[in-house]
């Protein structure tokens, strides 16, 4: 069992720059691939990026969609638990509610987009991007 819990979120203008923190609970943090999506009212839960589990030997996969990719960059610190988003260059368009969550896929170097992929979910964040 996994529990995430997201931070970091908040009013940034256009342009500006936010870091969302995801705590993980769990002694095997560093096996489950890891993702960002988000949420506007009315709309579906949308795949952001992903990070997979730690390599076989060393280093990462990641994927991001097309939106925020140069943009968005998707990073983990095993010792510590935690996934991050760091997020530049915001556009009023990535106003949203951001989840983390956490896939049972222990697969190395993979970077799932679905959320049926994932079976662990943070409360979420609001990121809003004022114009």
């Known amino acids: 069992q996994v529990q995430l819990v997201e931070s970091g979120g908040g009013l940034v203008q256009a342009g500006g720059s936010l870091r969302l923190s995801c705590a993980a609970s769990?002694?095997?943090?560093?096996?489950?691939?890891m993702g960002w999506f988000r949420q506007t009212p009315g709309k579906e839960r949308e795949f952001v990026a992903a990070?997979?589990?730690?390599?076989?030997?060393?280093?990462?996969?990641?994927r991001y969609t097309d939106s925020v990719r140069s943009r968005f960059t998707i990073s983990r610190d095993n010792a510590g638990n935690t996934v991050y988003l760091q997020m530049n260059s915001l556009k009023p368009e990535d106003t949203a509610v951001y989840y983390c969550?956490?896939?049972?896929?222990?697969?190395?170097?993979?970077?799932?987009?679905?959320?049926?992929?994932?079976?662990?979910w943070g409360q979420g964040t609001q990121v809003t991007v004022s114009s």
């Open positions: 969550a956490a896939s049972n896929t222990g697969r190395y170097f993979y970077t799932p987009d679905a959320r049926y992929e994932y079976d662990y």
């Open positions: 769990g002694r095997t943090f560093e096996s489950y691939p």
């Open positions: 990070i997979s589990r730690s390599g076989f030997r060393s280093g990462f996969s990641t």
